[in-house]
C-alpha cells in the first residue's frame, strides 16, 4: 500500500498516521536516503503484506511447535494458513481443530501427494480435493474451498483442470516465494527467503510457501523476527482473495 507525499508532510508524521513507528517506515522504503527531506508526489510504501502459508500438515510435534511458535508472537497477531493432506488430518485431528481454534485458516493439499495420481485426470484432483474437504469438516465443521496442489499448479494443472475446480467453488492458491526448506534444512533457508522479499515487486503481497517440517520451525523465529522488523503486517489467507496462480505451462 502506497501513500502519496503532500507539501508539508514530514516522515515522522506519516508513520504516526499509518501506526508505524519512524524506524519501520525507513526499513520499508530504502529508496529514501535522506528522511528529512520528501518531495511532494514521491509515493512512499506504508503497509507490506505477507502471508505465510504451510503445506503438507499436520505433522505431530512439529505443527504442535509450530502453533506454539506462532503463540508466542501473538502480539503481532501472526497467522498462518495450512494446506493439509487428507491422511494427515486424520493421523492428527486435535491438531488441526486448534488451528482452526486459534484463528488460522486451513485449507487442503489433496490426498496422495502424487503427482502421477493426483494429475491422472480432472476426476482425480476434484476426487482428492473433495475427500480432503470432507475430512476436514469432519474434523472441524469448516467447509473450506482453500486449495493447494501438489508441487503448485504449474505444469500440472492445465486450463480444463483448472475450469474443473473453479467450478467446484475452489480458491487455488499457488505462491510468489519459495522458502525451499525442503532445500535448506537450516538458517539458509531464511536468508533464500529474506532475499526473494527483497527483490519481489513491492506493489505485490508475498505468498510464501514453507512445510510442516522441523527445521523449519526451529528457524522460523529468524524469518519472523525479520519480517516485523521490515514493517509486514501478516494477513491469512481467505476465500474473498483473489488467488494468486502461476500461469498454466
Known amino acids: ?22 524506524q519501520e517506515l525507513i526499513n520499508m522504503n530504502p529508496q529514501i536516503t535522506n528522511p528529512n527531506v520528501l518531495s511532494p508526489g514521491m509515493m512512499i510504501i506504508v503497509k507490506k503484506v505477507v502471508y505465510l502459508t504451510v503445506d503438507d500438515g499436520p505433522g505431530g510435534i512439529s505443527t504442535e511447535l509450530m502453533l506454539l511458535l506462532l503463540e508466542k508472537f501473538r502480539n503481532h497477531n501472526i497467522k498462518a494458513t495450512f494446506f493439509m493432506l487428507d491422511g494427515n488430518m486424520r493421523s492428527y485431528p486435535d491438531l488441526v481443530r486448534r488451528m482452526v481454534a486459534e484463528g488460522h485458516s486451513v485449507g487442503l493439499h489433496g490426498v496422495t501427494h502424487d503427482n502421477e495420481v493426483f494429475y491422472a485426470s480432472k476426476e482425480s484432483v476434484l476426487g482428492e480435493m473433495d475427500q480432503a474437504q470432507e475430512t476436514l469438516r469432519e474434523i472441524t465443521g469448516v467447509t473450506s474451498y482453500l486449495i493447494r496442489t501438489p508441487y503448485g499448479s504449474s505444469p500440472g494443472m492445465t486450463d480444463e483442470y483448472k475450469q474443473a475446480v473453479a467450478e467446484r467453488g475452489y480458491k487455488m492458491w499457488d505462491w510468489n516465494v519459495d522458502t525451499e526448506d525442503w532445500r535448506y534444512q537450516d538458517e539458509r533457508y531464511v536468508n533464500h527467503t529474506i532475499e526473494q522479499l527483497e527483490a519481489l515487486d513491492p506493489t505485490s503481497n508475498a505468498v510464501v510457501l514453507m512445510h510442516d517440517y522441523l527445521y523449519t520451525t526451529q528457524y522460523l523465529p529468524l524469518l519472523l523476527d525479520s519480517l516485523i522488523s521490515s514493517g509486514y503486517e501478516f494477513r491469512r489467507l481467505t476465500e474473498d482473495l483473489p488467488p494468486l496462480q502461476f500461469p498454466t505451462a
Open 1 to 22: 500500500m502506497y501513500y502519496t507525499v503532500v507539501p508539508g508532510d514530514t516522515l515522522w508524521a506519516i508513520a504516526q498516521r499509518f501506526g508505524l513507528t519512524l
